[in-house]
């Protein structure tokens, strides 16, 4: 059993992040097209420099200014007469890449590109865009942009505001990567609104040369950084995504939660996307396994971003989903207990021995269960009290704090005390003061003082708990590997590679079956007979009942070609049916080539599911599984996984389906053979990683049987992918 | 056929809703337990109703005070020398009842109990409640309340705050409901907060008197009043309020949309609702079905409440669901594509005409397409021009415009034109203005000048604009009625009246049989049999194959019991199985009272679909639909409705399952016999409004084959309602 390797693989002909330094703490910035006219880009750029505080040294390039904002101009790069680590490049695009040229002999160390006009309007900017990237490349000289809102870096250490936002964020614990620039001038907003700091904060724009892996793997690293949140409309490189962030993740050493919008979610939004930036959009579904994969949390809204964000910052996990709600007020209990359970949380059981606690510290009328309603008139006292008590119960895993702001609530007081309780707490806390003005001054104390996370809707509270849950048994999951089976692959290449040979889409179905069988899927006595003779005589030799199906590599819908009879059961029914079948079929399919028909074991009836590895252009090969018949073809009930799959990633595919309760057995029936699945799943996985060739392979159906007594392919085919062997070799390579 | 007769009947026994007009328009108010300490709830509440300006005279109530707020204090409200409208208590539980004889005495018109300490705290808090009730009732006095945060009428003619919130809202055209006082303080300092007036705010408290029905009916009238929003943890007059709720937001003429929370949706979270105001709440599927009859628009938080209210005030529905969008950046134009698509609006589509009129106002790089971008310098003109020609339109029903802070944006100059523009179209348009501090001067434009709702977030906007499309739809619907088919009403009931003479809990087969035939319901030829004899008779009359089923009321699942064989081929395969049948279960059901068997005609296998009826002690007689085998057991894919059911709900009940589709037909298939199954929902309802004797009715399976080839009943159990006749009377009374 080999493990994948996925840090090196990751990283395998990518940058090494370590350049980025220059990116992110230069100790000296060129700020070529750095401007006079107050709204010029260049001008807002260079201002956010200088009044942000930048620690290092800045040089303004503008041939026709002396100064600017004071600071003595230079008429070009290369008239600096210091060394420049950061070129900050706001001029034409036209000229881009003689400006660049010009740093490059100046000897930066990184550039980033602000001025738009490159890849995302086509034409010309695509060829400036490429060459600069190609320069880039050869010089080691990383660039982050073009068509971008630049970076900023909070640290106290550096300074950098060179963006052309608004304003400069506070400093935080949380690193935004944006693939839009102007959603960063809406989010720097929010941000100095709802008072969120950040450590770093970089749009990317067209993503040229550094992408979200390179800042992804930056900010691992990055001390500054406790979370990782992201807007993406495309991946550039999605499976070394996968593996990089599973290690940043999972690994308890970094255990940073990355939290991602990925826009362009439905077909509509795709298109929209494809327009903006003329990226590659993947299958939303596909991209839904990978984040599920790589450990990343996939969010909506720019909301859920920042209310994730908060919690995480505080670096505190729920070692389970059981909450504990305390509340001043029934309704917004009710509403709190709704929203937790929606969200997959469950409602702790408070132990007698908390509730008698409980009630010495509150009145009679209050609710000693979950949620503990502390009572209308409730002040800092009852808060403090239940607070307490309720974190000590080993059945709680977290709390939520309502507060409505009543009469005589001293909401203030209470906030100090829920905020001192929940940071003497390992179990996070989260605070949910409902409303906007009364209750301001409570929330100041709580994210001020406290650094407590205040949310002003009961579910906003909720679903976060939810996700911070969600985060945690992930964190906790058992770690398996892709397991390697002992497989004969060289002879399913060889039937695949004749395939590719003799420029056939299709396997025949003796070779898919081949296949099949050379990586140990479980198959069913089959023979294929040229004619209806020898097809009666591989009845008799297999025994019957048998199914009779046409064998032709054009025909790829055997029922709807009339091209299936099943359960025929003596040996001149066989003949017959063949005998008909290929007689009829010649006429009304001239165009197939008609190899005679197969002749298999009638296999006894058991719960139908299809397995499915499709090569994806963008992602490589993707695995699906998911219950036969009409839950696929009607309810769409299906798991999509990248492969290779990990052991539980396997299982995790079978009991993610909505209608798993199938497979476990409904109306008394036993519960189906999901070990066996989950190991056809990962030979499946690893005949896509091996066996570039195949486009397409569905197995429909896989009967399974009960517990303990296995599967059996009952119809399967093989498309081969005839686009070039240059794609097959890399997605080899990658798995080696 | 006949419509049913809603207005009239959901105010039958109940208080007229003219009554209520001396709780919100009192000429005179008696504070009864005003007080001089400030943290007392007697003081808030007077010295709310002086600061908020009260037009009308106010008369403290107390014994120990000469004074309060500068007001000559009475010593009880019979002192008071004038006549007095409205008292409000807020005098300890046990005086309430003496307090409350004396105001009647004194002649008020209508009470406003605030105190606590009666039903939610149980014991003698009970009673006493129960007994102001009783009083109240006799002498036509309607009472709010108990425990409750009080009332307020912002309406200048009255300009009332009874109530001890912390402020007064400002004036505005939504009224609020509210099942929970606590949640009412939050509720108004988020309206602070957020800007945001209502006409009347209303915490019902344990509604012991006046309850949501009469609340809504008199709002219905209010002409301060566009919008009406509801928290609600029961309904205390479920089918009342489901024809009130149509009357109100279906009537073109009154056309006030409703929206609910409806708390304690989650199992855990209805008994968070019991144990804290005693209400006995519903199954949650009930009230979904009960909302969704009613044109009540159900939301899950208080946040949507707000989005969707201020967007409803704007008194302009969408006339369909096709939205265009103008940003001024593409990622959150992605984003906003997402979210209406993933809300069930549809992205309009941009003209050529209208193309070639944008690309004179907006610069080449724009996009054309919709959402259109008028990319990030854009300043108020380009957003001008692009509103202005895109609801022009005819393709476009509604738009919503995007608004990022980026450098060069003119936010109040954009807000004025799309406000302005907004204004003069009747096609709603809605802003999302994305941030918070920068955007605020352009938000407070939108708000304040032009009365127009700014959003946050894409997803807000989009949510709420696909919620007006909704109701704009439901506005539109075709008006259908309740059949009335021509039924044999008497066999049926003679059954069902017999049964419940015998106290059987279920009727026999035939008994089943015979009702539903009297009913109309598509029946298999069928015989009961006695012997095996008999059995084979009845097989050769009929026709093999027939299915053989045991018949006895004490055995309701008959598969489990082996006491059905399905497809028998010849009479004397009849006479063998009846024979086997009826012997072996007499031994192993030695309790069952065996009828013999029924023997029935094989019907051709259609698609398997479930009806049912349940009688629900708070909603009266309910009813199912759902797919048969998994879809139900596993799937939980059923829809319900409150019976009786119009036509049009009856195809909406088939057509709200997620499993549509194979009905529709799958793989080449024919659709099904969809108006037969409706029309065999609308007899079950019909079968279950005038015979309250049955608490349930299952027909599983009903066979239903292709269109036009109607269906078949293949097996059906009624149980019967043993509980008193007392309830039976009334649900008939209900229907006739």
Chains 1, 2 share one sequence.
């Not at 550096?158 to 949380?174: C, D, L, Q, T």
């Not at 595919?653 to 989950?678: H, N, Q």
Request: charged letters at 25%; proline letters at 5%; aromatic letters at 6%.
């Amino acid at each position: 059993m080999n493990s994948y390797p996925e840090k090196t693989q990751a990283l395998k002909g990518l940058m090494n992040a370590q350049s980025l330094e220059s990116i992110f703490y230069p100790k000296s910035i060129a700020v070529i097209g750095a401007s006079r006219r107050s709204e010029a880009v260049g001008h807002a750029v260079f201002k956010n420099l200088i009044n942000g505080g930048y620690e290092g040294v800045l040089y303004p390039v503008n041939p026709k200014a002396l100064s600017i904002h004071g600071v003595r101009c230079y008429k070009s790069v290369s008239e600096i007469p210091d060394p420049v680590d950061l070129a900050i490049l706001i001029v034409h695009a036209e000229h881009c890449l003689e400006t660049f040229r010009e740093c490059l002999k100046k000897g930066v160390k990184a550039a980033v590109i602000i001025s738009a006009g490159f890849k995302e309007v086509g034409g010309e900017g695509i060829q400036i865009e490429k060459k600069i990237t190609q320069l880039a490349r050869k010089h080691g000289v990383p660039i982050l942009g073009p068509n971008c809102l630049g970076l900023i870096n909070t640290d106290p250490r550096v300074r950098m505001n060179a963006s052309f936002g608004r304003a400069m964020p506070k400093e935080g614990r949380i690193a935004f990567i944006s693939q839009s620039g102007a959603l960063c001038t809406s989010v720097l907003d929010y941000a100095k609104g709802a008072n969120i700091g950040f450590s770093k904060f970089i749009s990317m724009g067209n993503k040229a040369d550094i992408t979200e892996l390179q800042l992804l793997e930056y900010l691992a690293n990055d001390e500054q950084t406790d979370v990782i949140l992201m807007y993406l409309e495309n991946l550039s490189h999605p499976r070394e995504m996968l593996a990089l962030a599973r290690s940043i993740t999972g690994d308890a050493k970094v255990c940073k939660p990355i939290l991602a919008i990925k826009a362009g979610r439905t077909a509509q939004g795709a298109r929209a996307a494809s327009s903006h930036t003329g990226a590659l959009a993947g299958s939303d579904d596909i991209y839904n396994a990978l984040f599920e994969q790589g450990g990343i949390l996939r969010v909506e809204t720019v909301q859920e971003l920042f209310d994730y964000a908060q919690a995480f910052s505080q670096r505190k996990l729920p070692k389970g989903s059981r909450v504990a709600i305390i509340t001043n007020a029934g309704g917004p209990g009710i509403m709190t207990t709704d929203a937790c359970v929606r969200y997959g949380l469950e409602m702790a059981e408070i132990s007698d021995a908390a509730k008698k606690e409980l009630r010495k510290h509150l009145p009679a009328t209050a609710s000693f269960n979950n949620p503990v309603d502390v009572i209308g008139d409730a002040q800092h006292q009852r808060y403090q009290a239940a607070l307490e008590i309720v974190l000590k119960e080993k059945t709680v895993d977290a709390a939520i704090v309502i507060l409505t702001p009543q009469a005589m609530t001293d909401i203030e007081e209470i906030a100090e005390v829920v905020g001192r309780i929940a940071s003497q707490s390992d179990k996070p806390v989260l605070a949910c003061f409902m409303g906007i003005v009364d209750v301001s001054g409570g929330v100041k104390v709580l994210e001020e003082r406290w650094k407590m996370p205040a949310y002003r809707f009961p579910e906003s509270a909720a679903r976060t708990l939810a996700v911070m849950a969600q985060y945690g048994e992930w964190m906790r999951r058992p770690r398996t590997g892709v397991r390697n089976f002992s497989v004969d692959q060289d002879r399913a290449r060889k039937i695949l590679r004749r395939a590719v040979r003799e420029k056939r889409k299709a396997l025949y179905d003796y070779e898919t079956r081949e296949v099949l069988e050379a990586y140990g899927f479980p198959l069913l006595p089959m023979k294929l007979a040229p004619d209806s003779e020898a097809a009666a005589k591989a009845a008799e030799e297999i025994g019957c009942p048998v199914v009779v199906k046409i064998s032709s590599p054009q025909i790829l819908h055997k029922i709807d070609a009339g091209g299936v009879a099943l359960s025929v059961k003596t040996a001149a029914d066989v003949r017959a049916a063949a005998d008909e079948m290929l007689k009829r079929i010649a006429k009304t399919h001239p165009e197939a080539n008609l190899l005679g028909v197969t002749v298999q074991k009638m296999a006894p009836k058991g719960r139908e599911v299809i397995l499915g590895l499709n090569k994806d252009p963008l992602f490589g090969p993707t695995l699906m599984f998911g219950l036969g018949g009409t839950y696929v073809e009607v309810m769409k009930d299906v798991t999509f996984r990248v492969a290779p799959i990990r052991q539980l990633s396997a299982r995790h595919m079978i009991r993610a389906i909505k209608s798993f309760k199938i497979l476990e057995g409904v109306r008394g029936e036993k519960p189906a053979d999901l070990e066996k699945i989950a190991e056809c799943l990962e030979r499946l996985s690893q005949l896509a990683v091996e066996n570039p060739e195949i486009a397409e392979l569905d197995i429909n159906p896989l009967f399974v049987y009960d517990k303990g007594e296995g599967c059996s392919v009952i119809d399967a085919r093989i498309l081969i992918d005839l686009s070039g062997a240059d794609k097959s070799a890399e997605a080899a390579e990658f798995r080696d």
